[in-house]
């Protein structure tokens, strides 16, 4: 229902601050959630954080509260992730999702429907 290509990865050092985008297509017409996931080698995928349709809810996992920051333009179909002071656990894989618009934010993996095909993202030492 909602297609979503992510950009914006890459090599950065522990300390520096890349910005994750999700540009959507298909039925953007529509309100929906959208979420930030990610996940490491041998580890399974893991809620990062996600934003309401309006973009006036917002919710960051533990790990990555005070450093991350989710955002949204809905007039440009973009969703965006900050994320700076990166640490060598940040490395991994980085997706976005969209669900159905639903409170409390949903940070499951299978309430989300549509995904991206991901942005590797590597925090070196």
């Known amino acids: 229902q909602v297609q979503l290509v992510e950009s914006g990865g890459g090599l950065v050092q522990a300390g520096g601050s890349l910005r994750l985008s999700c540009a959507a297509s298909?039925?953007?017409?529509?309100?929906?959630?959208v979420g930030w996931f990610r996940q490491a080698p041998g580890k399974e995928r893991e809620f990062v954080a996600a934003?309401?349709?309006?973009?006036?809810?917002?919710r960051h996992a533990d790990s990555v509260k005070g450093r991350f920051t989710i955002s949204r333009d809905n007039a440009k179909n973009t969703m965006y992730l900050q994320m700076n002071s990166l640490k060598p656990e940040d490395t991994a894989v980085y997706y976005c999702?969209?669900?159905?618009?639903?409170?409390?934010?949903?940070?499951?993996?299978?309430?989300?429907?549509?995904w991206g095909q991901g942005t590797q993202v590597t925090v070196s030492s």
């Open positions: 298909g039925r953007t017409g529509s309100r929906y959630t």
């Open positions: 934003i309401s349709w309006s973009g006036g809810s917002t």
């Open positions: 999702a969209a669900a159905h618009n639903r409170y409390p934010l949903p940070t499951m993996e299978d309430r989300y429907d549509d």
